[in-house]
């Protein structure tokens, strides 16, 4: 390559590091960056043009050193500079090659600068010839120009360092997915002599500093939670189970907010469809609208039928298609021209649900009133199983009786202003629907509107997914917060009601994730299990009126136990009751059934978390795992479950504390063999953390 070409190679170098320069750190950087990149890369160029004219060989610059450089420094040098106590403590007797001269140029720099200033040999020592004291300079300048272009582009060796703190906690949250900044307890990286703070020599570790570290990744691993087919972390530690509760509860709420189930979005969504051709869409298609509106390709459709291609003359369904001609046509591209209409729509259809949503009064029996744990939980089901039904005797028929008194909720309530509270709220909901003129059915037609309604409430459920009851649904301007909530007295309990946002809105890889979230619910914060053991030791809210023998902790969860528990109250119900025993069967059934799948679900999952395990470690040491750095990770494991008696989830724990302070993941090594250079300073420095 020629010198002139080497030249160019360079200033693309000069930048394209300015450019970083000014990308990462700013303008403000860029003088500095100049003095110690750009202007040596330049000389260092410019040095590459200057050996066109002068080319000087490792050969020539041998026997240069041997015929004028050792002669020279024997004759005018030696006096001072060799034996037991050289000047300046540098013997230069000891360089009898080109070799020994080239691993200590500096001194060598400074040879010729002595020489070119006459300082050297200093004043009253004999003086060399002019033309013999400039071979000497000539051949070190020599030297120079021949290891620039030897080594040109390369910066030499690069000290192994660890992670500046601002590297850590970008590290960091790019393991975990959440931004923790665990640095911030850490002191502020020092800068070296250059002024930089991402240098070998500058980014040591002390012992002082190595504990903070295993600090950090002590807090950081108690984020971390096991999952049906891994691990993930959280934003808060996951050591409690409150906070387990919060962070699995949090997803499906989250989920189900992110699901389009706004009545108004859909209608806006057809009516788009509808006049596709006067918004310039001509070629649009249901399911290209649903895209471009975001609401489920699956629904659309069925208010498109409902209000465009389906006729009716009486009922909700038929005052709702009149609402719907009642839009204003576009005149131009005007997309949001009918949205008021399509609220005044969705307000509708929301009041005639809730008014006619069918609910049901729980069973009870002498010992076992309406709030006992599995009668609350048999109405839950029931609502949830009926929510594209809807209440008959909500339909109010003219020349006929007024439907008698109905139940709206038997939750119970804490204190007197709560109870006064309760009444209120029902009976504003009572007024409510018994004065809502369009249940109003003229006389001898409820067969014709109940199946118009019926019609109605099959494409309008009174809700997708329930993210919240509390003890008094369908009220629910009292006792809120409870998020998942299956409604039960002064205990936790959750309760899955989402059926018609899997039936009506969700795709099968949506359905998909919405069961794993519920799995892992379970999974994560054993809800049914301690659901169940509340139940056991607090008489299980309404059921206390019958005696029965309580299990020990340790057992309660045998399927023995739960199933002696439901035969113990089966025997308590009178035969006329059939629907009070149904109500206990399915009730224990489905907690047995919950628990056991639990058990297994854990002993499958524990090889899949050692596999991510692994992962983590490659992901954490920037590289491919070694198969016996992958040996040496599951062996820690085991011996933390054997020797240390800790269960699987502390082991996974420990070991991800262990990766997190091993050299291989707190040191980078910039060099051009980075992978070999790892590989040995973990086997020489890796060590565990005593995380018990």
């Known amino acids: 390559m020629s010198a002139e070409i080497y030249y160019i190679i360079v200033l693309s170098q000069v930048w394209r590091r300015v450019a970083g320069t000014i990308r990462h750190t700013g303008v403000g ?147 975990t997915g959440v931004d923790l900044r665990p640095a911030k307890e850490f002191p502020v990286d020092p800068a070296n002599q250059a002024g930089f703070d991402n240098s070998g020599e500058s980014l040591t570790m002390s012992p002082a500093l190595m504990s903070k570290y295993l600090d950090a990744a002590r807090q950081i691993a108690d984020h971390m939670v096991l999952k049906l087919d891994g691990f993930s972390f959280a934003p808060y530690p996951m050591l409690v189970e409150t906070d387990r509760e919060k962070y699995a509860i949090q997803r499906i709420v989250d989920f189900y907010a992110r699901q389009p189930t706004n009545f108004t979005d859909y209608f806006e969504a057809v009516w788009r469809y509808k006049y596709r051709l006067a918004l310039g869409e001509p070629t649009a298609t249901l399911t290209r609208v649903a895209a471009e509106t975001r609401v489920s390709p699956r629904y659309l459709p069925m208010v498109w039928q409902a209000l465009e291609q389906t006729k009716e003359d009486v009922g909700p369904l038929a005052k709702l298609q009149a609402m719907w001609r009642a839009l204003p046509a576009p005149k131009g591209h005007q997309p949001e021209l009918a949205h008021d209409g399509c609220v005044r729509m969705s307000d509708f259809v929301t009041r005639i649900r809730r008014h006619t949503e069918k609910l049901f009064d729980p069973p009870s029996i002498p010992g076992m009133n309406a709030n006992f744990q599995p009668f609350v939980v048999w109405r839950d089901r029931e609502i949830a199983a009926h929510r594209r039904d809807f209440d008959r005797t909500a339909l109010r028929v003219e020349g006929e009786p007024p439907p008698g008194d109905f139940i709206v909720t038997q939750g119970p309530t804490f204190g007197g202003g709560e109870q006064a509270a309760v009444k209120k709220a029902i009976a504003d909901y009572i007024k409510d629907r018994r004065t809502d003129p369009d249940l109003v059915v003229p006389a001898g037609e409820r067969a014709r509107y109940e ?37 039960f007295h002064n205990v936790m309990g959750y309760f899955r009601d989402d059926a018609t946002l899997r039936d009506l809105i969700l795709d099968e890889a949506g359905k998909k994730e919405l069961d794993a979230l519920w799995q892992e619910f379970d999974f994560i914060s054993d809800y049914t299990i301690r659901t169940w053991q509340q139940f056991i030791f607090n008489g299980g809210g309404g059921g206390r009126g019958i005696t029965v023998e309580r299990p020990s902790f340790g057992d309660s969860t045998s399927q023995r ?132």
């Open 29 to 175: 950087a860029l003088k500095l960056h100049f003095a110690y990149v750009a202007i040596p890369l330049l000389a260092q160029a410019s040095l590459a043009v200057a050996a066109t004219t002068t080319s000087v060989t490792d050969a020539t610059l041998e026997q240069e050193f041997a015929r004028n450089v050792r002669p020279f420094v024997t004759e005018y040098c030696s006096a001072c500079h060799s034996g037991a106590t050289p000047a300046a403590s540098f013997d230069l007797l000891q360089f009898s090659s080109l070799g020994a001269v080239v691993t200590d140029y500096p001194h060598w720099a400074l040879v010729r600068e002595k020489l070119s200033a006459k300082a050297m040999p200093p004043a009253g020592m004999p003086q060399p010839p002019e033309d013999v004291r400039q071979k000497v300079i000539d051949w070190v300048s020599d030297l120079l120009k021949n290891q620039a272009l030897k080594h040109a582009g390369d910066p030499g060796p690069v000290l192994a360092r660890r992670l500046s703190n601002a590297e850590y906690d970008y590290t960091i949250r790019d393991l």
């Open 451 to 487: 199946a118009a309604f019926a019609r109605f409430s099959s494409v309008f459920p009174t809700g997708f997914a329930l993210p919240e009851r509390g003890r008094f649904y369908p009220i629910t301007t009292i006792d809120q917060g409870r998020y998942l909530g299956a409604g």
């Open 561 to 692: 136990v739960i199933f002696e528990y439901r035969d113990q109250y089966l025997k308590a119900v009178p035969p006329e009751h059939p629907e009070v025993t149904q109500a206990l069967t399915v009730h224990f059934e489905s907690i047995n059934s919950e628990i056991r799948w639990v058990e297994q679900a854990r002993i499958v999952a524990e090889p899949r978390h050692l596999d991510a395990l692994l992962k983590f470690a490659s992901r954490a040491y920037r590289r491919p795992l070694a198969k016996d750095e992958r040996d040496e990770i599951l062996a820690y494991y085991r011996e933390l479950r054997e020797k240390s008696h800790l269960t699987h989830e502390d082991a996974i724990r420990g070991s991800i504390v262990s990766l997190l302070v091993s050299p291989d993941f707190l040191y980078r090594v910039d060099l051009s063999d980075a992978g070999a250079t790892a590989s040995t300073i973990s086997k020489q420095q890796r060590g565990k953390p005593d995380v018990r």
